[in-house]
C-alpha cells in the first residue's frame, strides 16, 4: 500500500505543471469556447415563442475561405466546425447545392415549426372548438328566450320575386362548397385528436385522403360562388341611411315591428361583407397552401404592418420579415384556419336565422318568393318598389322612347 500510494504522490507531482499551464493558458478569441451559449433567459423565452436574439450565434457559421491546409490542424473541415456547421444550415447561411429546384428546396433546418405544431394542436383547436361551441349555444338560448320570429300580420297568399333563379345557385353554391369545407377542414384539423382514438388509424386515413381530396377541389367552386355573389349582390349591400336606423332599433328582433329596409337590411349587409372579406382572406391563404411556396405574403405583409408601428403601439416586438419558406406556409396555415374559425361561427348564425329562428326566411332561397306580408315586415322599401315591378301595365299604355 505504501508502495501505491508513492506511486501516485509522483504522478500527482509530475501532473501538476501541465494542470497549471492548462488552467492558466488564454484560449484565442475564434475558438469554440468563444461561442455565446444560449441563456437560461433564451430558453424561457423560445418556450413561450418570444423573439430571442441569435445575431452573435448566426455569426458562428466558420470561414471555409480561409481554411488551413490539408496537412495543418482541422484542415480536412474547410475551416467550419460541426457546430459551425449547423448554425450556418440553422440560419439560411450554408452553401447548400441541391438536385430538387423550388423555394424551399435549399432551406434543411428552420426552427419555427415546433411553434407552429403546439400552436395548431394546442389553443388553435382548443379555442376553435370553443368559439363553434359556444355560437351554438348562444343561438339555442336566443332560441328559447325569444322563439321563432313570426310573421305578425296576416299572410296574403300573394307572391314577390325576391331572388331569380341564377341568384339562389350563387347563393347554396357558396353554401354548399363553404359547409363541405368547413367539415373537411375540421376533419384535418381535429382528426388526428378526436378521430383516431374513436375510430382507429386505418378507418381515419380513409376518412383523411377523402377529405384532402374533397376540400382541394371544392374550394374551386366557393371562390367561384364568391365571386359571382359579389359581383350580383355589391350595389345592393352599399351603405346607406335606412341602415343606421335598422341598427338603432336592432332590426326588430327584440321588438314588435321592423324598421324599414331595401332588398337587404344592416343585418344582411354585415353578412355580406364578413363573407365576401373573410372569404377572401381564406381563398388567399388557401391559394398558398394548394400552391406551396410559390404565393408568399405574409413577409410582406409585417414589413407594411411594421412600417405603421402597428405592434410597436399595442407594446409588441416588430413582426418577423425574414421568413423562411416554411415559415410563409406554416403562418398560411394558421391564419386560413382562424379565419374559417370566425367565418363558420357568423355563418351558423345566418343558417340559424335563415331556417328556424325565422318565419319564412327560407322561401327566399327555396323558391325564391316570399310571401308580401313577410316582404312588408322585413323589407318595406324592396317590398313597395318590387308591388309597382310586378303591377301590371294599365290598358293604352306604351313603352317610353
Not at 111 to 132: F, V
Not at 165 to 193: D, N, P
Not at 230 to 253: A, E, S, Y
Request: net charge neutral; proline share 5%; hydrophobic share 50%.
Amino acid at each position: 500500500m505504501k508502495t501505491l500510494y508513492s506511486c501516485l504522490v509522483l504522478l500527482a507531482l509530475a501532473l501538476a505543471p501541465l494542470t497549471a499551464s492548462a488552467q492558466d493558458a488564454v484560449l484565442p478569441a475564434d475558438t469554440e469556447a468563444a461561442t455565446p451559449a444560449p441563456t437560461l433567459e433564451d430558453i424561457l423565452r423560445r418556450q413561450e415563442g418570444l423573439e430571442v436574439d441569435n445575431s452573435d450565434r448566426a455569426r458562428l457559421i466558420g470561414d471555409p475561405d480561409n481554411a488551413a491546409s490539408a496537412s495543418d490542424q482541422l484542415g480536412t473541415l474547410g475551416g467550419a466546425s460541426d457546430p459551425d456547421l449547423w448554425r450556418a444550415l440553422r440560419f439560411d447561411e450554408a452553401d447548400v447545392t441541391t438536385q430538387a429546384r423550388g423555394p424551399a428546396a435549399r432551406t434543411l433546418m428552420q426552427d419555427s415549426g415546433m411553434w407552429w405544431l403546439q400552436l395548431r394542436q394546442g389553443p388553435l383547436i382548443t379555442y376553435g372548438g370553443y368559439l363553434l361551441l359556444g355560437t351554438l349555444a348562444l343561438l339555442a338560448l336566443f332560441f328559447l328566450i325569444r322563439g321563432r320570429i313570426r310573421i305578425e300580420g296576416e299572410k296574403t297568399g300573394r307572391r314577390l320575386v325576391r331572388f331569380k333563379a341564377v341568384e339562389r345557385f350563387g347563393h347554396w353554391l357558396l353554401a354548399g362548397s363553404f359547409i363541405l369545407l368547413g367539415i373537411t377542414g375540421l376533419i384535418s384539423l381535429m382528426g388526428r385528436k378526436f378521430l383516431i382514438p374513436a375510430f382507429g388509424h386505418e378507418a381515419f386515413s380513409t376518412l383523411a385522403i377523402a377529405s384532402k381530396w374533397i376540400h382541394n377541389n371544392v374550394s374551386w367552386a366557393f371562390m367561384l360562388a364568391l365571386v359571382m355573389i359579389f359581383v350580383m349582390w355589391v350595389i345592393h349591400n352599399l351603405p346607406d341611411r335606412t341602415d343606421l336606423n335598422w341598427i338603432l332599433k336592432g332590426g326588430g328582433i327584440f321588438s314588435k315591428g321592423h324598421p324599414p329596409a331595401k332588398k337587404f337590411n344592416a343585418g344582411q349587409k354585415l353578412i355580406f361583407w364578413s363573407v365576401i372579406v373573410l372569404g377572401a382572406s381564406i381563398s388567399a391563404s388557401g391559394l398558398a397552401l394548394l400552391f406551396p411556396f410559390e404565393l408568399p405574403m405574409f413577409a410582406a405583409t409585417f414589413e407594411k404592418i411594421n412600417a405603421l408601428g402597428l405592434p410597436q403601439m399595442l407594446g409588441y416586438a416588430p413582426l418577423p420579415t425574414d421568413l423562411a419558406p416554411h415559415q410563409e406556409m406554416q403562418y398560411s396555415q394558421l391564419w386560413h384556419t382562424i379565419v374559417s374559425f370566425v367565418l363558420m361561427a357568423i355563418v351558423l348564425a345566418h343558417i340559424y336565422i335563415g331556417t328556424v329562428g325565422m318565419e319564412g326566411a327560407y322561401d327566399a332561397m327555396g323558391d325564391g318568393t316570399v310571401d308580401e306580408q313577410w316582404a312588408r315586415e322585413h323589407h318595406s322599401i324592396w317590398a313597395e318598389k318590387a308591388k309597382v315591378e310586378k303591377a301590371p301595365a294599365p290598358k293604352g299604355a306604351t313603352p317610353a322612347e
